[in-house]
């Protein structure tokens, strides 16, 4: 999810609260920042070697490239898969629109199906969606929930198809005692600020055990050139992750597992004051196999519209992911589809509050809120 337009002011429970997030960071964000400035440090140093070795080991992959953003990790991974003009690529409609961007931008065919209660992807569907142009699948694990890989896995191995993990909103999230973004031929993450592991801007990487895959992204991501040779391999992109950003996110993967642990420990809270409550429906938590990361919590009820507006009015900050089929967008030039869980997805979803510095507290005044409103 992007959480582009939040407003953290004058809430009594924010979405997120970066000020909050820095100060108790503070000091070891500023030692990283100091000592990469001091040292001028700022493209290509040991800072983003360092993050790369540490996510790639935290993923349980060989390799980490770090990029701008998920949207060229995703970008980039699809070249690498050899996706181009012809070909078509399945994904859910139900994900931010870098997904489905990444796919148009590679020039071949965003082919959208429905996903399930859970919000990710239906293996049925996908099934149903393949044709001979299908090249690659993008399963998007949403919310910090990893998809039923086991059956896209039976699909693609079926029909020889790369998988690419969208896995923006999954780090952290295990499947059968894997991770995101370790279960394909690549995955791609997002560390935009809001995300469970945020830098100060625009972040991203490609994991990846396929020597191949790794190399290409990092040529395409520094214009096509061989850094040791001067060779220009492609016509690439500027798309660098930031040796500044790999320093603050390098300091902050060491609190990653303390704050999946917590996120769980809220999404617990939240599950237990929720359950029963008015026409709720709350969202999966663990499961066979799995363990989710909980970057987002997301409610369910008819009443989405009147329960938003009175979280408002009772100064607690929620947001809806998404309210608009993306095939409604008139600019993106998608054909419609018909998609009925993803179009009721769009009218019930609410994201409630739900990062490192969401509290106890914040949640049983989310709790009071929400009773009083269905009472
Ligand atoms: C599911 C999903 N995919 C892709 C992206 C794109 O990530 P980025 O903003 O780093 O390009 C996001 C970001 O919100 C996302 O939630």
Redesign the pocket.
Known sequence: ???HREKHEGYRVPFVDPREHYRRLKSEIDAALSDALVNGDLVLRQQLRDFEAHIAEFVGVRYAVGVN????A?HFSLLAAGVGPGDEVITVAH??V??ISSIVHAGATPVLVDVRDDFNMDPDCLAEAVTPRTKAIIP?H?NGRVCDMAAIEEVASRHGLAIIE?A??ALGADYRGRRAGSLGLAG?F???PF?SLGGLG???AVTTNDPGVARMATLLRFNGEDRETGEFHYHGYTALLDNIQAAVLDVKLRHLPDWITHRRRIAWQYSDLLRGVGDLVLPPFDGEGYTDSFQNYVIRTGRRHALREYFQINGVETLAHWTKPIWQHSGLGIDRVRLPVTERLCQEVISLPMSAETTPEHVDIIGDVIRRFFA
């Open positions: 999810m992007s959480v953003s998920c949207y060229h995703l994900t931010f870098a997904t998007v949403l969208d923006a909103q791609c997002s560390f935009y995300k625009d972040g991203g």
